[in-house]
């Protein structure tokens, strides 16, 4: 089962990910994208570790080709986010590059053949904001173009505004 978590930034996606990920049956892996640039990205990654230690799932980071991550068959599976995810894809030197959106779509699939329940957090990018330089509207274009192609192939999709989950597809219990 696929589980699209999608919002904007401090809506609660994760907490509600990880909620979602504490009632699944184990084994559970936390699937960890964020790379940890200079200082400050540092300290968020160990931020983020601690706030996951004890919490009854194994942490992988894995900052490109998700597909091919280490996982059980039969798991259940948070990835962590996809906007990371895709930018590790488009600018890092070993990512995909150009390819970064088929790139992370397969992976993503890859992954949930091997999942029980794989849930996948995203930001919405598509509402607006600032006028973006040539590779922020780059990035941009190839997230909003990830999220609607794993929202079309996704069991469920899910939209979180303050804390509050909304479904968009699927409805049911998750």
Do not use: W
């Not at 994760?14 to 504490?22: P, R």
């Not at 930018?87 to 890092?92: G, T």
């Amino acid at each position: 089962m696929l589980h699209l978590i999608i919002g904007g930034a401090g809506s609660g996606k994760s907490t509600y990910a990880e909620s979602l990920l504490f009632s699944c049956p184990g084994p559970r892996v936390y699937i960890a994208c964020m790379l940890p640039y200079g200082e400050e990205g540092g300290r968020r990654v160990a931020r983020h570790r601690a706030e996951r230690a004890g919490k009854g799932f194994t942490t992988l980071e894995r900052y490109l080709d998700v597909g091919n991550a280490p996982l059980q068959a039969g798991c259940s599976a948070l990835l962590e986010c996809l906007c990371n995810l895709v930018a590790n894809e488009m600018f890092e030197k070993e990512g995909a590059r150009e390819r970064a959106a088929d790139a992370v779509v397969s992976g993503v699939l890859a992954l949930e053949k091997r999942c029980r329940s794989l849930f996948v957090v995203t930001n919405d990018v598509g509402s607006g904001g600032n006028e973006p330089d040539a590779d922020t509207l780059r990035y941009i274009g190839t997230l909003g173009a990830v999220n609607a192609r794993l929202a079309a192939r996704a069991d469920r999709v899910t939209e979180l505004v303050s804390g509050i989950p909304i479904v968009l597809k699927g409805g049911g219990a998750p």
